[in-house]
């Protein structure tokens, strides 16, 4: 098993940016594809983002391709999400995963990543 914790979240103005941070502990981090997802009030939980072992290889969703990165640091056994030109429907409480698919063929769904952490609140005002 792996265990996950977020951070990095918060309040900001739309235009700016910010930087989450997925810690694992537990089993080998670099034997899991990782993810990132986010559910805003009300609507389903949304990926957003994924990254291959390595980190080589990486996934976004097109609501976020251009504006977010994915990375991760496997010798701090941690993953990153770098959100820059925040928009207002970016608000969401974003969730990291992790996977034993690989990238290559992991779907872009929840059900298809098996440990999870907590969640941290993402905010963007107008």
């Known amino acids: 098993q792996v265990q996950l914790v977020e951070s990095g979240g918060g309040l900001v103005q739309a235009g700016d940016s910010l930087r989450l941070s997925c810690a694992a502990s537990?089993?080998?981090?670099?034997?899991?594809?990782m993810g990132w997802f986010r559910q805003a009030p009300g609507k389903e939980r949304d990926f957003v983002a994924a990254?291959?072992?390595?980190?080589?290889?990486?996934d976004y969703a097109d609501s976020v391709k251009g504006r977010f990165t994915i990375s991760r640091d496997n010798t701090k056994n941690t993953m990153y999400l770098q959100m820059n030109s925040l928009k207002p429907e970016d608000t969401a409480v974003y969730s990291c995963?992790?996977?034993?698919?690989?990238?290559?063929?992991?779907?872009?769904?929840?059900?298809?990543?098996?440990?999870w952490g907590q969640g941290t609140q993402v905010t963007v005002a107008s």
């Open positions: 990254i291959s072992l390595t980190g080589v290889a990486t």
């Open positions: 537990g089993r080998s981090f670099n034997s899991y594809t």
């Open positions: 995963a992790a996977t034993n698919i690989p990238l290559a063929t992991v779907r872009r769904s929840p059900g298809q990543y098996h440990y």
